[in-house]
């Protein structure tokens, strides 16, 4: 079967990566699979044939199969990346890097000894106790950390994302470790500018924490002042004044009055509270 039909392992196939990229559509898709039938020839040289899509358009999909495959690129920052290549018209490696995704960012330093020691320990973990242990989850948190670290975000994402999936398969949605995760992967999203996507992440962590620890508890105060900033540089200055003054209720219960913690608090909800 000729490479450019052949979908590889553990990969969306082209038509999929195409359509979900908003590159070809529905219609354009289903006249391309029943003439590549007809013809035996590649999905991806009839849909060029077709002008549904280009030369480069198939490069990158392809492209996109072998990070997925080889470097573990998450399906939906392919996806993500194929539509910004052709929208920005820009090569799906610059479109990666404006993701966060970097395949070539120590090439000539090499690879940190960090980085080799937590894939090294990740691997042996999977060897001797398989793919969906929650000790694999823990290691897969220390490698998205290194990454998060080298500004890595793209594979910091999909190395959180892995240790999410394994938490709420083994302690179900609603467990601290769960929320841990989540917190991380929405400061990754916020740092990115990503806000609608850490939103929801943030207010999951707020409710599981508050349901646990008690809604006086020091974590809580902590994820309410995460949501405070989140609203607060999007210039939604009232959500702002709510979760800093939420946040504040909490630290001057187990804080003192010049703890510097609460002071800096103090002073964003002063700020908001100047410009609503």
């Known amino acids: 079967m000729d490479s450019e039909s052949k979908p590889a392992q553990g990969a969306k196939r082209i038509g999929d990566l195409l359509s979900e990229a908003g590159i070809c559509s529905a219609d354009e898709l289903a006249k391309g699979l029943e003439y590549s039938k007809k013809t035996a020839l590649p999905l991806g040289r009839v849909l060029i044939m077709l002008r549904c899509v280009t030369e480069d358009d198939l490069k990158s ?86 990454y998060f670290d080298h500004e890595l975000y793209g594979q910091a994402e999909a190395a959180y994302m892995r240790a999410l999936a394994i938490c709420e398969k083994v302690h179900g949605p609603v467990h601290l470790q769960v929320a841990n995760v989540l ?19 943030y207010m999951r962590v707020f409710e599981i924490r508050q349901g646990i620890l008690g809604a006086a508890h020091p974590e809580v105060a902590s994820i309410l002042h995460d949501l405070a900033e989140l609203h607060d540089v999007q210039g939604k200055f009232a959500d702002a004044e ?35």
């Open 61 to 146: 999909v392809l492209h996109a199969q072998s990070l997925m495959k080889f470097e573990g690129l998450p399906a939906t920052l392919a996806v993500r990346a194929l539509s910004l290549s052709r929208e920005s018209r820009i090569s799906m490696e610059d479109s990666l890097k404006q993701l966060g995704w970097q395949t070539d960012k120590f090439k000539g330093s090499g690879e940190p000894e960090e980085l080799k020691e937590i894939r090294q320990k990740l691997a042996e973990c999977e060897s001797r106790l398989g793919p969906e242990h929650i000790d694999i989850a823990e290691r897969c948190v220390d490698l998205g950390d290194v």
């Open 183 to 201: 917190w991380k992967m929405a400061n990754l999203y916020f740092l990115q500018d990503r806000f609608s996507e850490a939103k929801p992440l």
């Open 242 to 276: 709510r979760y800093y003054y939420q946040c504040i209720v909490i630290r001057e219960k187990y804080l003192e009055a010049d703890d510097r913690e609460l002071v800096d608090t103090l002073k964003r909800l002063v700020y908001v509270c100047k410009r609503l």
